[in-house]
Structure formats: structure tokens, C-alpha cells
């Protein structure tokens, strides 16, 4: 009986420790700030600056094509670009993939219509300060961040649907 | 038993300090994700092995565990 | 069934508010959607359908095995497995002791994972069948990611409640055996290609431990029934490591890892004084991309346990005569070749693969013999796993 409480108070102590350790999840570029400006170059070979693109609504995806979940996520984002790119919508979707054919054969799999921005050293990761794959930021049309997405669920079409409506009513 | 229980928190302690220093960004996991990369990523198969195991050896445990992956969510 | 509930809740700690309050906290952090991590992987539903062959030493165990994965709500999957074990014995212990046999096991599972941030909460329940032997087990873990997903670390603990009888002896009645496995482990990515594990888990045994069909043998060459002290607490500490090997850039863009090798490494210890390592190193590389092969090589040894003799003094209070408790060493190499179709999708089915495994291991027994020659024991063994599988 002795030894089965001291095995139990052990276990105790180590969750302690982990909850402590662990529930400090560190924060990416965040709300209410400016998106940080920069300028890539997308699949097609152009390039694209985001401060550019003031006045719409951007959604700026973070991806790789090792990531299950982002793979659900285009062709959602497909979709609502389709539904909103004539009033507004803009989505660039930065991809981190070592090698761009990588991204290119996803991209053409999918039949994404918005640009892919390139980015294999990571840069522009770096730069958002993402902590997790997938996440998108929905940038309002005076370039702040309205809110920021971390990977992609059954709850993100409705909310992206409603944060959307809203910023094209401003 | 309840020396190597003391052991094993403080080994975990100190892991938790010393390795948590190392630091493979979200995006660099491309490698992680695969599945060459993981311990046992084909549960069928590891099940197997782990009954044959289990029947052949006097040995038992130490083979389970969770992690790795791209941790995408 | 009943009494076994009865007593997995009496042998908690008593409910002080302390106690009280974690519990709540933890309910209430498992419910109630923390705004800044709902962040749910969907969980990849999968079938897998397989096949498993044993054969070797006068043994053939063979079945089906099947796992379902669907994720039923959000953050939570719920999986489910079936395997069968068709064992036809006519090993060394069940041809000069007793006779050939046939038997079936079979064996369901169900389980949930939870996941909530950056927490992964299982809950498995096992129950193994067979004319004499009876188990359900429970088990619960959990893991935990920190530092940027750097370290997961794990903890599980899982109790089983099993029935040994005894074929063509009804005055046998049955008999308990219960194990409780404590197991816990860190995994922690060092660079963006290597993988380190270390893990300890203690396994709990307590009830009757020895097979009941087994008989010992004195030094006269008497048999008698084996006896063995009703606990045994075993612990094992395990590192593992995986590196990968990149493609590098080539004309057809594939960047990914190429090759990959792993080490595995345990050392085990125990009551009986059984004291045992393995150690097993894992190769893999992919071939035009759909291809992946493999090969892996384990070498395993151990010390014998502290009552187990090939021949027994009759006056020894504990006897065994299980090989498995011997001195002994085996070898296994196996070789597996997989196809996976990533990026494909056939009307519902995604990602379809198909592999097969096959491997060898040779046993070589230092202190067990063959009764009926009187030379050291050995066998081989041709171990076969196949199987496919989908994302759907």
C-alpha cells in the first residue's frame, strides 16, 4: 500500500511538472499588431508584396506539403476565393517546402487559384513567428491583424465565412 | 523501487532543462513527419512483433512511446 | 466483472479536496475549449487489414488482424481492432510433457484519443479469449507536448484482470493474474533530422505467474509442478533513436528524406533476477519514390532467473522450467518491402499502401535442454506480417 502511494504521488509530481512546463505555449505575430510587410516570389514567378494589397482582405496561410492538416485546408480556401475574390478577398499562401516542385505538384493537384509564395528558408515563418502548422492570419483591409488561425478544424469554415462578412461590410 | 522512481524525476528534470534548449522550428519538421522518421508508425505490424516478443522474451516494456511526427494541428 | 471495478476505485487514494480540485480542474480543461488552442489536428480516419504467420520450434500461430480509426467528434478518434491467433503447438515443453494442441485466441480492442492543445488523452480497453485463459485490460494515457512540440513527453498506465484455467481439469477452477504496467518516456527532436527516445516502464505481476500445463524436472528426472512466487516486478529502461538521411534537390523536386537508420536499445531487470538486453538497429530507404524497403537486425540476451534450472534439487522451493526464463540468446533479421500511393485519391480511399515483413530469428539456449536428446535446445523461427491499409 505504501510503495502503490508513493508510485501515485510520483505521477502526481510529474504532471505538476509538465503543466507547468507546458502550458506556456509561446505566441506568433499577434493580434491587433500590423502584419509584418515583405515582398516573395510566388509559384508562377512574380512577385508580391504584401503592403501592397491594402485595401483587401488578406488571408495569409503558412503550409508545407507534409502537413496533413493544411492539405485539408486549401481546397477550402479554394473555394471561399472563388466566392469573395470579386469583392475584396486576397489569399497568399507561403510555403516552406525545401523544394518548390514540391509545392508546384500540390498546387496543380489541388488546382489552387491564389498565389503560392515561396519560401524555403523559412523567412517569412520566422518573420510571423509561427509556432504551428497550419496557421493563417486574416489581415484586415488597413493591414492589422484581425485574428489569427492555428490549423484547420471542422469549427474554421464557419468562423473564416463570419470574420470575412464582416471585414467587407468596413 | 522507490529510489528509481527518485531517479527517474530528477533525470527528467534535468532532460526537461538541458533539452529543452533545442530548439527544430514548427516549419522544419518536414523530415519529423515522415514516417521513416517515427518509432512503430505501423500499428498492425508493431503489434505483431510486440506478441512474438512477448511470448519468446523474459524481457518486457520499454518499447512504447509517443512522439515525433510533424506535429501538425 | 463487477468486483473488478470495486476494486480499481478502492485502490485509489482517499478524495481529500485536493485531490478533489485536480479532478475538477482537469474535467473542466478537457470541456470547456481554451480559445487560443482550439487548434484540432483532424484526426487521419484508416483502415488497416493484415495478416500475421509464426512458425518455428513445433509451434504455427496465424490470423487476421484488423484496426478502424474515424474521428467521431471534434479532437476525438475512436479506433477499434480485431485479431485472431490460431495456434497449432507442438513445441519442446507441450511434446514431452503433454501432447499437440490446437487452440484460437481472439481479441478485441477499443479505444479513444482525445486531443485538446497540445494534450493527447487515450483510454484502450483490450479483451483477449481463449479456452483457458481470459483478459481484460484498461489502460489510460497521456502526452504532452512542450517546448514548440521539441519534446512530447508521455506517461500510461495500464492495469489487466486475467483468468487462467486449464483445459481437461475442472478441479483447476480459475485462477487470477493481474498486471499493472506503469510506462512513461520523453521524445525530444534534436535537429530538424534526429530523434531521441528514453523510456522506463515497470510491469507489476501478481497472481499465478506460471503456466499451469508446465511441469519442472528434478534431478532424478522426475516431473514435478512447477512453482513460482506469486509477484513479479520487472522494469525496463529503453533509448531509441531515429536519423534521416535527405534526398537533396534532383530534377524531379524530391526534397524529402531519402533514408533513415534507428537504434533501439533496452535493458531489463526483474524480481526473478532475470536480467536481459536488446539491442536492434532499423535501416529504411525509398526506392522511385512509391517504394519504401527495409531491414532491421536485433540481437537479444538474457540471464536466467534465479530458480530456473533445467533440472531442479526436489527440495527448491521455487522451480521453474520455462525457457523463456532461461540463459539464453536469439537473433532476429527481417526485411520489409512497402508500396504507398501519398497524394492519391480513389473515390473514398486515400493514400492506399501494402507491405509485407518478413524476418527470422534463431534462439540458441545456454542452460535448456531437449529431454529427450539431453543437448542444448535451439530454434528457428520465420515470422511474417502483411498487410494494407487507407485513409478514407
Redesign the interface.
Known sequence: MNK??N??KT??L??SV?IF??TG???GAGLGEKAPDFTGKTLGGKNVKLSELRGHIVLLNFWGT?C??CK?ELPYFNRIYGKYKGVGLEILAVNV??????A???SG?LGLTFPVVLDPSGDLFNLYRI??MPTTFVVGKDGMIHSV???????DPPRYESEIKNLLKD | ?KR?AWL?MG??II??GV??C?????W?????A??????DP????A???Q??RE??????????????GC??? | MGTRWVRLLA?R?PWGPGRLL?AVLFIAWMVVPIE???????A?DEV???Y?Y?HGGGVTVQGP?V?VRKDIL??ASLKAGY?V?IVSSASIDVVTQASPFKETRQEYSLGTDI?R????VGVDYINSRESDYLSDTLSV?????????????????ARSWDQVGKNNDPSFGWKNFNRT?????????????W?V???????ADEGLINNPYRSAITLSGALVPENYPDAR??????V?T?Y?F?SG?SE??????L??I?L?Y?Y?YDTFD?H?Q?AKITF?R?FYSNW?GGVFYQY?W?DA?SFYGDRVPPDQLYKARDK??SQYH?QWVGL?LKYKLK?TQWGIIRNPYI?I?NSW?V?NYDNFTDPRTGALYSQR?Y?V?T?L?FNY
Open positions: 502503490m502511494m508510485k501515485r505521477i502526481n510529474f504532471l509538465l512546463f507546458g505555449l509561446a505566441h507534409w496533413a492538416p485539408e517546402d525545401k523544394v518548390a516542385a514540391q508546384a505538384g500540390m493537384a509556432r504551428n488561425h492555428w490549423g484547420f478544424g471542422p469549427n | 523501487m528509481s527517474l533525470l527528467m532532460l526537461t533539452l529543452g533545442s530548439s527544430v522550428q514548427p522544419e519538421r518536414e523530415y519529423l515522415d514516417e521513416t522518421m517515427q518509432f505501423d500499428p498492425l505490424m503489434q505483431w512483433h506478441h512474438v511470448i519468446r522474451e523474459g524481457g518486457r516494456g520499454g518499447f512504447n512511446g509517443t512522439g515525433g506535429g501538425c494541428r | 485502490d487514494e485536480k487560443r488552442s482550439w487548434a484540432i489536428e483532424p487521419q488497416e487489414a493484415g500475421n509464426y488482424a484496426i471534434n479532437g485479431n491467433d486531443l492543445g497540445d494534450t493527447l494515457g497521456l502526452a504532452h507536448d512542450l517546448f514548440d512540440k521539441n519534446m512530447t513527453f508521455s506517461l500510461k498506465v504496467i506503469y510506462s512513461t518516456g520523453v521524445t525530444q527532436s534534436l535537429t530538424p533530422r530523434l527516445q528514453l523510456n522506463y516502464e515497470l510491469t516486478t520487472g522494469q525496463a529502461w529503453a531509441r531515429s534521416g535527405p534537390v524531379q523536386g524530391y526534397g524529402g528524406i533514408s533513415s534507428q533501439d533496452r531489463y532475470v536481459s536488446t529504411q525509398y519504401l537479444y538474457q532467473a523463456e526464463l536469439d520489409t497524394q507491405q515483413s530469428m534462439f523461427v515470422v506480417h498487410d491499409g
